[in-house]
């Protein structure tokens, strides 16, 4: 329990309560905004969407990680992290109504497995 709340109090110093409460729906949008910075084809609101995108993961997958629910391999980079959580909202669009942070927890445990807990 007590780790339950340290993890709720971390989250919520992370961040507005508005992007902790955005949903997959939101999320792959800005993801998609994060492939289309890549093709060179974005406009200035991709640019803005890219970094919500590529924060929201890398602000997630730090949680996990740091919670030892998940182990990211050192060598992985934060672009291997985006493209697999984007490939698990393209792969999932059924799940897209549910929360973005547990989307993320979910497309990273699906590749790279649980931690050591």
Same mark, same amino acid.
């Given at each position: 329990?007590?780790?339950?709340?340290?993890?709720?109090?971390? =989250?919520?110093?992370?961040?507005?309560? %508005?992007?902790?409460?955005?949903?997959?729906? #939101? +999320?792959?949008? @800005?993801?998609?905004?994060?492939?289309?910075?890549?093709?060179?084809?974005?406009?200035?609101?991709? =640019?803005?969407?890219?970094?919500?995108? %590529?924060?929201?993961?890398?602000?997630?997958? #730090? +949680?996990?990680? @740091?919670?030892?629910?998940?182990?990211?391999?050192?060598?992985?980079?934060?672009?291997?992290?985006?493209?697999?959580?984007?490939?698990?909202? %393209?792969?999932?669009?059924?799940?897209?109504?549910?929360?973005?942070?547990?989307?993320?927890?979910?497309?990273?445990?699906?590749?790279?497995?649980?931690g050591p807990n």
């Open positions: 329990m007590k780790k339950l709340l340290l993890t709720l109090a971390l =989250v919520l110093s992370m961040s507005s309560a %508005a992007l902790w409460a955005t949903d997959g729906n #939101e +999320l792959y949008q @800005w993801g998609q905004a994060y492939a289309r910075v890549f093709d060179r084809r974005a406009n200035q609101e991709d =640019v803005n969407d890219f970094w919500k995108y %590529a924060y929201f993961v890398q602000g997630v997958a #730090e +949680l996990l990680s @740091w919670q030892k629910i998940i182990v990211v391999p050192e060598n992985s980079t934060i672009k291997q992290l985006l493209e697999v959580v984007l490939k698990f909202l %393209a792969d999932n669009p059924s799940l897209r109504q549910y929360a973005a942070a547990s989307l993320v927890s979910r497309a990273l445990t699906t590749t790279y497995g649980y």
